[in-house]
């Protein structure tokens, strides 16, 4: 853009959702027509387009190469992170099921424990009084 004097941009403007206009940019800061209100013609100023038009296809077809092999990427990685997050909520749900099964077996090992103390306060009173 250092390279010309002036550049100017056609471009949509957003007006409503159902109206979009054209307006006009001065992208180099100048006076956007130093003749004042006057209407523009097309032959009042000349168009060029640099890069051409291949290059800028070429530029275009390579972002966009590169932006699908980006999301390829992307979305192998989003695979691999859903498919940790789900062993791992297996691997929660696989925990819950052993601490449940784990507190049940020490209040059977408990239970037993009692019972055995029980008999043998049992055992020993009868030896005692000799019943």
Partial sequence: ILNYEKVIVYH?????????????SNITGQALFEQGNAPVREADYQFYFEPSLETILSFFETQIFANLFKQTLDES???????????MEQTMNNLADEDRRLKILQRKLN?????KKQI????????????
């Fill in 12 to 24: 949509g403007e957003y007006q409503t959702i159902l109206h979009q206009g054209i307006t006009v």
């Fill in 77 to 87: 990685q989003l695979a691999r992170n859903a498919s940790r997050v789900k062993a």
């Fill in 111 to 115: 239970r037993k424990i009692d019972n």
């Fill in 120 to 131: 043998d306060r049992y055992a020993g009173s009868r030896l005692w009084t000799g019943k």
